[in-house]
Nanobody, 114 residues
Framework: VQLQASGGGLVQAGRSLRLRCVAS????????LGWYRQAPGKQRELVAI???????RYGDSVKGRFTISRDNGKNEVYLQMYSLKSEDTAVYYC?????????WGQGTLVTVSS
């Protein structure tokens, strides 16, 4: 399984950015699919994932600002980020759990300047 994330970059605080992850397998029916992030010197944390029942779960720090979506026909998952803050600066990783194993993409760096 390969997960290719893209869309990161340098953005000013308050602006928006959209991340995209392309999976080499179907994004339908997985145990979990979504995004985590890791800021410098911090542990990796949940950003947003789809659970097996299709519902979305968000990390507390991004609720109301980020939206996860997917296109199963394209095997893609997206993260739309609004009202970005400097504390959103991190490497964002695409994640997939197919119920047998879990997989991580290579990450895409998001840098928010204040």
């Amino acid at each position: 399984v390969q997960l290719q994330a893209s869309g990161g970059g340098l953005v000013q605080a308050g602006r928006s950015l959209r991340l995209r992850c392309v999976a080499s397998v179907s994004t339908f029916g997985n145990r979990a699919l979504g995004w985590y992030r890791q800021a410098p010197g911090k542990q990796r944390e949940l950003v947003a994932i789809f659970r097996s029942d299709g519902s979305a779960r968000y990390g507390d720090s991004v609720k109301g600002r980020f939206t996860i979506s997917r296109d199963n026909g394209k095997n893609e998952v997206y993260l739309q980020m609004y009202s970005l803050k400097s504390e959103d600066t991190a490497v964002y990783y695409c994640y997939l759990d197919d119920g047998v194993d879990d997989y991580w993409g290579q990450g895409t760096l998001v840098t928010v300047s204040s």
